[in-house]
């Protein structure tokens, strides 16, 4: 055989290679798409969760309160998303996992800096003020205007 045969048979090969791989992804596509729609559906489950403890944990109540508060949260935002096909138990335990990191992230700050805890004075801390105090010295009167044409 000469190249020319070698190149020919393994240009043959390798399109039935390609054959059958596009026939095997073809058969399992819809398998793969859902795959990797449930993989964002997961993804926006616990971003959604991290918002929703963050301001469950703002507002307040008691756990149980804050559980079915956090619950409500999620499943809105899942339904305004069109995402339909979260259970209970995937929601709460998005919860779970959202609020363990917000406690470990919270102990890291602490371990970090020790004044994070601590309390401050009243008098340590700033207040608003509701206009700045004019100048001293006032700008000159003479100060060329800008504006103007004059040049």
Not at 66 to 78: F, H, P, T
């Amino acid at each position: 055989m000469t190249i020319k045969d070698w190149i020919e048979v393994g240009i043959t090969v390798a399109s039935y290679i390609i054959a059958v791989i596009a026939g095997v992804y073809a058969r399992n596509k819809a398998k793969i798409n859902r795959t990797t729609r449930a993989g964002q559906a997961y993804d926006v489950l616990g971003k959604i969760a991290t918002n929703a403890v963050h301001e469950v944990e703002f507002l307040g109540g008691t756990s149980k309160e804050k559980r079915q508060m956090g619950y409500e949260l999620i499943n809105q935002a899942l339904h305004y998303m069109g995402i339909n096909d979260v259970t209970a138990n995937m929601i709460y335990g998005a919860l779970e996992k959202a609020v363990a990191a917000m406690h470990l992230a919270d102990a890291e700050e602490m371990e970090k800096n020790p004044a994070v805890a601590q309390d401050v004075d009243e008098k340590d801390v700033l207040q608003p003020v509701d206009q700045l105090p004019k100048p001293e010295n006032p700008a000159p009167t003479d100060a060329k205007d800008v504006t103007a044409d004059g040049k």
